[in-house]
């Protein structure tokens, strides 16, 4: 089954939602990571919210970026997705494990919730947009719809999986955002609460053969008519040795003077796909030029 997500509005405009399969994504940061089965189910929901949030920016030069610090044991989780809904992402400890609570993977242990989740909207102009709330609950979810509602006064529905199986592989990953529009009615909003009291795991949904249109056909069951279109999701790093270059060069002629005299070269791995690019002398020395 391909990744992808789902762009939807309601008939009548009043509610619009994004429901996402996100299995292959999600297994690929965790073979690139390393992640830890728990990890993998903190940053896979991460790096799922984040490809949704994506579909919503307007143009092709925006991206968006999730932040996530809740002081617990896994450290940060970051997050970054273009308009085309390509995500990267990398948490601070991926191999961080904690028992399971109650059966179940431990994300909130993880992730901590004595913190924040900020929101950074790059709108390809000189400053970006932030927003930031503390943490409800250190599950992603939970801690999104609470961003929703207070930064952005959105009514939203969240929820997000990841099913990890017996060999530490993602079985299914996924996601849903439903969001409540100015024209919504009460006869909307009590739907989205009959809606989310019958809805199971979204892995449930995935693991057992359901695609994104499914979700959102269980999201969207109680209205007369949607429309909906389709975008393909992956994760996928931009970093190049262009950028790495220019990366050095903006510390400045001392501080590569400096690097050229004690190392000689240097070398710097990308945070979000783990590949290393060394720069010679003498092409640190052209940086100074």
Request: proline share 4%; aromatic share 6%.
């Given at each position: 089954m391909n990744d992808c997500i789902l762009r939807a509005l309601t008939g009548d405009g009043a509610v619009r939602a994004f429901s996402a399969v996100t299995t292959n994504m999600v297994e690929q940061a965790r073979t690139t990571h390393f992640l830890s089965p728990t990890m993998t189910a903190a940053l896979g929901r991460t790096l799922t919210a984040c490809a949704m949030m994506g579909c919503m920016l307007k143009n092709d030069d925006e991206s968006i970026s999730i932040q996530i610090d809740g002081h617990g044991p896994g450290g940060r989780i970051i997050t970054l997705s273009d308009s085309s809904a390509n995500v990267k992402g990398y948490a601070d400890n991926p191999a961080c494990e904690l028992p399971l609570k109650n059966g179940k993977l431990d994300v909130g242990g993880a992730v901590g919730k004595d913190g924040f989740l900020g929101i950074v909207r790059d709108y390809g102009m000189k400053e970006c947009y932030t927003g930031k709330v503390e943490l409800v609950s250190g599950e992603i979810g939970d801690d999104l719809a609470q961003y929703?509602?207070?930064?952005?006064?959105?009514?939203?529905?969240?929820?997000?999986?990841?099913?990890?199986?017996?060999?530490?592989?993602?079985?299914?990953?996924?996601?849903?955002?439903?969001?409540?529009?100015?024209?919504?009615?009460?006869?909307?909003?009590?739907?989205?609460?009959?809606?989310?009291?019958?809805?199971?795991?979204?892995?449930?949904?995935?693991?057992?053969?359901?695609?994104?249109?499914?979700?959102?056909?269980?999201?969207?069951?109680?209205?007369?008519?949607?429309?909906?279109?389709?975008?393909?999701?992956?994760?996928?790093?931009?970093?190049?040795?262009?950028?790495?270059?220019?990366a050095v060069a903006s510390l400045g002629k001392k501080e590569i003077t400096d690097i050229i005299n004690t190392q000689g070269s240097a070398e710097l791995t990308c945070h979000f796909c783990n590949t290393k690019y060394t720069l010679s002398k003498d092409e640190l020395e052209e940086l100074i030029g």
């Open positions: 929703f509602a207070q930064s952005e006064q959105v009514p939203s529905v969240v929820a997000l999986g990841v099913l990890v199986d017996t060999d530490c592989s993602v079985k299914a990953a996924g996601g849903l955002i439903v969001q409540v529009l100015p024209n919504a009615t009460d006869e909307h909003i009590t739907a989205l609460e009959n809606m989310i009291a019958q809805l199971p795991p979204i892995t449930t949904i995935i693991s057992g053969g359901g695609t994104a249109e499914d979700i959102l056909a269980r999201a969207f069951a109680s209205f007369d008519s949607y429309t909906f279109e389709t975008l393909e999701t992956k994760y996928k790093c931009d970093c190049s040795r262009d950028r790495i270059k220019r």
